[in-house]
């Protein structure tokens, strides 16, 4: 396959992943009428998904992977389409996912909490939802109390999602709309849901000085300005200039959606977790070791370490257990 290609798959195992997809459970948490569910939240509306992937296919990731990036109760990790975690490794406190050309991806989050939390998720700066430049006021999708969600496009409709798919930089749905400056980051917002008030009863207090004052806005009510455009596209490299991997915007799938009631806590999150992803060459290039040998170690370490005569042995080692008749 060239660089740049996409990988097709046959006819007979495209339909095989959609009646996979159909047919899995989409929720560890069942809402009315006994049906686990997935949901995306508005403010107080939320959008209820009704066919994402949710919980991982039989089988096991091709590598070791290490834990998902996590903050407190809450986890977010880069999956397949059948589920299997992507190679994941920390580094200095960040969690890196490695990808490849043209393969697709789903981005699965948790929630190990008792209460029902909305997640607002970005793609290279964009919301995936309304596909402007990301912002915590944005609606995002529903996690129930101990559940989890496959989030697997950006969305175009209530009924379809336009694919994941890793991509060169130049191609990714960012730079094509203008600004690739956080291009290779995906984040996840998570908004716990309010809980009902109760009432307490009535009593005296005396006069603030403050309530002779006009009021200032509500902080949980007041939204989140997200950075104007212009200012992070001119700290951005030309999309032509960069390498490594980017999101483009893939292939149409079926992923329905309906409208539900949600109100946040506060308008801040609890948590925002975020992934950094790229190819092998990127990942090589910041030091991890992605091949599990020497690949990543840089030169000068080489140098330090080298030995003139390293197999210079006169006569061969027994192996371990060896022993003489």
Not at 88 to 98: D, K, N, P
Not at 116 to 123: D, I, K, M, Q, T
Not at 273 to 279: K, P
């Given at each position: 396959?060239?660089s740049?290609e996409?990988?097709?798959?046959?006819?007979?195992?495209?339909?095989?992943?959609?009646?996979?997809?159909?047919?899995?459970p989409?929720?560890?948490?069942?809402?009315?009428?006994?049906?686990?569910?997935?949901?995306?939240i508005?403010?107080?509306?939320?959008?209820?998904?009704?066919?994402?992937?949710?919980t991982?296919a039989?089988?096991?990731?091709?590598?070791?992977?290490?834990?998902?990036?996590?903050?407190?109760?809450?986890f977010?990790?880069?999956?397949?389409?059948?589920?299997?975690?992507?190679?994941?490794?920390t580094?200095?406190?960040?969690?890196?996912?490695?990808?490849?050309?043209?393969?697709?991806?789903?981005v699965?989050?948790?929630?190990?909490?008792?209460?029902?939390?909305e997640?607002?998720?970005?793609?290279?700066?964009?919301?995936?939802?309304?596909?402007?430049?990301a912002?915590?006021?944005?609606?995002?999708?529903?996690?129930?109390?101990?559940?989890?969600?496959?989030?697997?496009?950006?969305?175009?409709?209530?009924?379809?999602?336009?694919?994941?798919?890793?991509?060169?930089?130049?191609?990714?749905?960012?730079?094509?709309?203008?600004?690739?400056?956080?291009?290779?980051?995906?984040?996840?917002?998570?908004?716990?849901?309010?809980?009902?008030?109760?009432?307490?009863?009535?009593?005296?207090?005396?006069p603030?000085?403050?309530?002779?004052?006009?009021?200032?806005?509500?902080e949980?009510?007041?939204?989140?300005?997200?950075?104007?455009?212009?200012?992070?596209?001119?700290?951005?490299?030309?999309?032509?200039?960069?390498?490594?991997?980017?999101?483009?915007?893939?292939?149409?799938?079926?992923?329905?959606?309906?409208?539900?009631?949600?109100?946040?806590?506060?308008?801040?999150?609890?948590a925002?977790?975020?992934?950094?992803?790229?190819?092998?060459?990127?990942?090589?290039?910041?030091?991890?070791?992605?091949?599990?040998?020497?690949?990543?170690?840089?030169?000068?370490?080489?140098?330090?370490?080298?030995?003139?005569?390293?197999?210079?042995?006169?006569?061969?080692?027994?192996?371990?257990?060896?022993?003489?008749?």
């Amino acid at each position: 396959m060239r660089s740049g290609e996409r990988r097709r798959l046959p006819a007979g195992r495209k339909a095989q992943l959609r009646a996979l997809r159909s047919f899995q459970p989409l929720a560890r948490s069942p809402l009315a009428g006994g049906m686990p569910m997935h949901v995306r939240i508005h403010a107080l509306a939320a959008l209820l998904l009704a066919s994402l992937t949710s919980t991982a296919a039989a089988g096991h990731p091709a590598r070791p992977v290490e834990r998902p990036a996590r903050h407190g109760p809450y986890f977010v990790e880069l999956t397949d389409e059948l589920g299997n975690v992507l190679p994941t490794w920390t580094h200095r406190g960040r969690t890196y996912v490695l990808g490849a050309l043209g393969e697709r991806y789903l981005v699965r989050v948790r929630n190990q909490t008792g209460r029902r939390a909305e997640v607002v998720v970005s793609v290279d700066g964009r919301d995936v939802i309304d596909g402007r430049p990301a912002s915590w006021a944005k609606r995002g999708y529903l996690l129930e109390a101990g559940g989890e969600a496959a989030i697997d496009g950006f969305r175009l409709s209530d009924a379809a999602v336009a694919a994941f798919r890793f991509s060169s930089v130049p191609r990714s749905y960012a730079a094509l709309k203008g600004d690739a400056r956080d291009v290779g980051v995906i984040g996840v917002a998570v908004f716990p849901e309010r809980e009902p008030a109760r009432l307490a009863p009535p009593r005296r207090v005396a006069p603030s000085p403050e309530e002779g004052r006009a009021g200032a806005p509500d902080e949980k009510h007041r939204s989140s300005p997200s950075a104007p455009g212009e200012a992070r596209a001119e700290a951005a490299p030309r999309p032509q200039d960069r390498s490594g991997l980017g999101t483009e915007f893939g292939e149409e799938h079926a992923s329905h959606v309906r409208t539900v009631h949600f109100e946040r806590a506060s308008a801040r999150p609890a948590a925002v977790l975020t992934l950094l992803y790229d190819d092998r060459r990127g990942l090589l290039a910041l030091g991890i070791d992605v091949d599990g040998r020497w690949a990543a170690r840089d030169d000068a370490w080489l140098r330090e370490t080298a030995e003139p005569f390293r197999e210079s042995r006169g006569f061969a080692e027994p192996p371990p257990g060896w022993r003489p008749r």
